[in-house]
């Protein structure tokens, strides 16, 4: 099998950082980047995934003849080619039988949860625009970051851990997970749980905090009504992942924090997506791993800078590297736009505004939880946690 060749003749990766590299590339370098490693992952996908190569067939198109590069993509899209959240189990390459891989779970942009398999490479990258993302914000080597995460198997908790030993900031973290606290949990012991985390908090007295909005938020105001004075800690950043917020959300956790609040924007399925620097000008896509265009969801036409658009992720691989799930033309159901402005900070990747979803929105403290017809697994029991809260 062709996949098994790959496997034993591919490039191992170092892990080591690329950001070096990249800060020497010109716009046109990165450009070319990106049509290369668009030629290789949708080429990879069609021989090694017999979904994509139905989609590719019946759009007319070979990925080996037909597509050079990001325009190509996106004709392939408007044609059918492309995924969403309900097709990750059509997704997994023929060859991930023959690979390592970390099975994770995550509700994503779909109402049911969803099985990803990751592999080596995919880690790899992964650490890579985590990277990024960090010294985009100031986390420098030696720091301290509070980290808070659902349990394994869910992407949080797995997707962020080589991120600690390849390449990123050379940091001490301290990884907190959510505890299940249910109504037949006494007041004593909730206070005794809530108190451990605290003990634990001032100990470590983090530089950076990172997590979820309904971590960094809602669980940490639980704690404050347990005694955390978050005033006598030396918190520098807090640092949002996940799913879209708002500027209000954004606002009201620096301000919980007494810090300056940090956005990104990434997915179990494709990663990390953008990220915010200090200028704050919208945010860096993170273009070296990633290939991100809006499209107009009724017709599929690019809908082009600085106008609002559905989003359109394709992770990006060189040729010999080998993820274990393909996500091609792959949608959150979310609405970003591409800025023509560049960033002051000097960095050459491309900006965009915050995404936002359209979905109906529940506020809780002043914090939507999505209602869907069939909420996932992750949703429930993040509702299950905020009653108990309460």
Same mark, same amino acid.
């Given at each position: 099998?062709?996949?098994?060749?790959l496997? &034993?003749?591919r490039?191992?990766? *170092?892990? =080591?950082? @690329?950001?070096?590299?990249?800060?020497?590339?010109?716009?046109?370098?990165?450009?070319?980047?990106?049509?290369?490693?668009?030629?290789?992952?949708s080429?990879?996908? %069609?021989?090694?995934?017999?979904?994509?190569?139905?989609?590719?067939?019946?759009?007319?198109?070979?990925?080996?003849?037909? +597509?050079?590069?990001?325009?190509?993509?996106l004709?392939?899209?408007?044609?059918?080619?492309?995924?969403?959240g309900?097709? +990750?189990?059509?997704?997994? !390459?023929?060859?991930?039988? =023959?690979?390592?891989?970390?099975?994770?779970?995550?509700?994503?942009?779909?109402?049911?949860?969803?099985?990803?398999? @990751?592999?080596?490479? !995919?880690?790899?990258?992964?650490?890579?625009?985590?990277?990024?993302?960090?010294?985009?914000?100031?986390?420098?080597?030696?720091?301290?970051?509070?980290?808070?995460?659902?349990e394994?198997?869910?992407?949080?908790?797995i997707?962020?851990?080589?991120?600690l030993?390849?390449g990123?900031?050379?940091?001490?973290?301290?990884?907190?997970?959510?505890?299940?606290?249910?109504?037949?949990?006494?007041?004593?012991?909730?206070e005794?749980? #809530?108190?451990?985390?605290?003990?634990?908090? %001032? =100990?470590?007295?983090?530089?950076? +905090?990172?997590?979820?909005?309904? #971590? +960094?938020?809602?669980?940490?105001?639980?704690?404050?009504?347990?005694?955390?004075?978050? =005033?006598?800690?030396?918190?520098?950043?807090?640092?949002?992942?996940?799913?879209?917020?708002?500027?209000?959300?954004?606002?009201?956790?620096?301000?919980?924090?007494n810090?300056?609040?940090?956005?990104?924007?990434?997915?179990?399925?494709? &990663?990390?997506?953008?990220?915010?620097?200090?200028?704050?000008?919208?945010?860096?896509?993170?273009?070296?791993?990633?290939?991100?265009? *809006?499209?107009?969801p009724?017709?599929?036409?690019? @809908?082009?800078?600085?106008k609002?658009?559905?989003?359109?992720?394709?992770?990006? %691989?060189?040729?010999?590297?080998?993820?274990?799930?393909?996500?091609?033309n792959?949608?959150?159901g979310?609405?970003?736009?591409?800025?023509?402005?560049t960033?002051?900070?000097?960095?050459?990747?491309?900006?965009?505004?915050?995404?936002t979803?359209?979905?109906?929105?529940?506020?809780? *403290?002043?914090?939507?939880l999505?209602?869907?017809?069939?909420?996932?697994?992750?949703?429930?029991? #993040?509702?299950?946690?905020?009653?108990?809260l309460?």
């Amino acid at each position: 099998m062709q996949g098994l060749e790959l496997l &034993n003749t591919r490039k191992e990766g *170092t892990g =080591e950082s @690329v950001l070096s590299q990249e800060h020497i590339l010109s716009r046109s370098d990165l450009e070319l980047a990106t049509d290369r490693k668009i030629r290789a992952i949708s080429r990879l996908a %069609y021989d090694h995934n017999p979904f994509l190569h139905r989609l590719f067939d019946s759009a007319g198109m070979n990925p080996h003849a037909d +597509v050079s590069g990001k325009s190509d993509l996106l004709k392939a899209y408007k044609k059918g080619v492309r995924t969403t959240g309900a097709d +990750v189990e059509k997704l997994y !390459a023929d060859y991930a039988p =023959e690979l390592p891989t970390i099975e994770i779970w995550s509700s994503g942009s779909s109402s049911k949860s969803k099985k990803i398999l @990751v592999s080596r490479d !995919a880690l790899i990258r992964s650490s890579r625009g985590q990277e990024r993302r960090d010294r985009a914000s100031g986390i420098q080597d030696g720091q301290r970051v509070l980290r808070f995460s659902a349990e394994a198997p869910h992407a949080t908790s797995i997707s962020s851990v080589p991120a600690l030993f390849h390449g990123s900031p050379k940091v001490r973290t301290l990884a907190f997970h959510l505890p299940s606290l249910y109504k037949n949990v006494s007041k004593a012991e909730k206070e005794r749980i #809530a108190r451990s985390y605290i003990d634990m908090i %001032y =100990e470590f007295n983090p530089d950076h +905090v990172r997590g979820g909005v309904f #971590a +960094v938020y809602k669980f940490a105001r639980w704690l404050v009504s347990y005694g955390l004075d978050i =005033e006598k800690l030396s918190v520098k950043s807090v640092h949002l992942g996940g799913d879209p917020t708002t500027e209000e959300e954004r606002k009201a956790i620096g301000k919980l924090w007494n810090a300056e609040p940090f956005d990104s924007y990434s997915s179990s399925e494709v &990663n990390l997506v953008s990220y915010e620097c200090h200028s704050h000008s919208g945010m860096h896509i993170n273009e070296s791993d990633i290939f991100v265009a *809006t499209v107009d969801p009724e017709s599929g036409d690019d @809908v082009g800078g600085n106008k609002m658009g559905r989003d359109l992720c394709t992770p990006l %691989y060189e040729d010999g590297e080998m993820p274990a799930t393909f996500f091609l033309n792959y949608s959150h159901g979310d609405n970003i736009a591409i800025l023509e402005d560049t960033c002051p900070c000097g960095e050459i990747s491309m900006l965009s505004t915050h995404p936002t979803r359209d979905t109906r929105k529940k506020l809780i *403290t002043g914090f939507g939880l999505d209602i869907k017809e069939q909420p996932s697994i992750v949703r429930r029991a #993040a509702r299950k946690i905020g009653r108990s809260l309460n």
